[in-house]
């Protein structure tokens, strides 16, 4: 090796390492591996489910009598629901509770009676009677409305994110071959391919107290967004 090749790659070093830091963005290719692009793909979906938390609590001397009561207001509560149409299945039990209640003026605490509550989750596939079901529930006993949140059925989920991997395949493709031409390189085959996903919804909307009149609620949009990486084999 030549002296001017020596120090060639010695200065190339010195510079490297105490040289200037260039804002270069750059990819790199060695030889023998594939050559990896990605791409994102978005669309745009609206909630097709509404999920209604809501719950019924009761306080009393005596335990039995408030489970009685409360479950009274629940079967009211289910029947009321089906007769607006949401199915039974639809109508699920997240919690049921018991708390006894103590004066702490006697010592040892006494037990002067009991609070009892259950809660449901309420599936609505027909948004617009969301605000119907709200109503309802309060009309026949229920007295903690939490909230509503909202999500997007399998079959308009699954739509809307072939709608996103079509088009971030599509941009992923289109990509890998504005490189292989300006590089001057020929793709081969497809050798692998990923995908990730992101899905943002509104968040709950907080209905703390009766709803005894028309509430305005919308679920809004969002967006499905997922990248595709594929990776070609280079000839």
Do not use: C, H, W
């Amino acid at each position: 090796m030549s002296k001017s090749i020596v120090l060639f790659f010695l200065l190339l070093f010195f510079y490297s390492k105490f040289g200037p830091a260039l804002p270069l963005n750059f990819t790199t290719q060695s030889r023998g591996e594939p050559l990896v692009v990605s791409a994102e793909g978005k669309a745009v979906v609206t909630p097709d489910i509404a999920k209604v938390t809501v719950g019924i609590e009761e306080s009393g001397a005596t335990l039995k009598s408030i489970q009685e009561s409360v479950n009274k207001k629940s079967q009211d509560l289910i029947k009321a629901l089906e007769n607006l149409g949401i199915d039974k299945k639809d109508i699920r039990t997240i919690s049921y509770n018991i708390y006894p209640e103590n004066d702490y003026q006697e010592n040892p605490p006494k037990i002067t009676g009991y609070r009892v509550s259950t809660t449901y989750e309420i599936e609505v596939s027909d948004i617009e009677k969301t605000n119907d079901v709200l109503v309802t529930v309060t009309k026949v006993g229920a007295n903690l409305v939490g909230g509503v949140s909202f999500d997007v059925s399998d079959e308009v989920r699954n739509e809307k994110m072939n709608e996103a991997r079509a088009e971030a395949a599509e941009k992923a493709k289109e990509k890998a071959k504005g490189l292989a031409s300006a590089a001057g390189i020929t793709l081969g085959k497809i050798i692998n391919v990923s995908e990730s996903e992101g899905l943002d919804f509104p968040r709950p909307i907080a209905l703390l107290e009766k709803q005894d009149t028309e509430a305005s609620i919308e679920p809004g949009q969002t967006e499905i967004a997922i990248t595709v990486t594929l990776s070609y084999e280079i000839r």
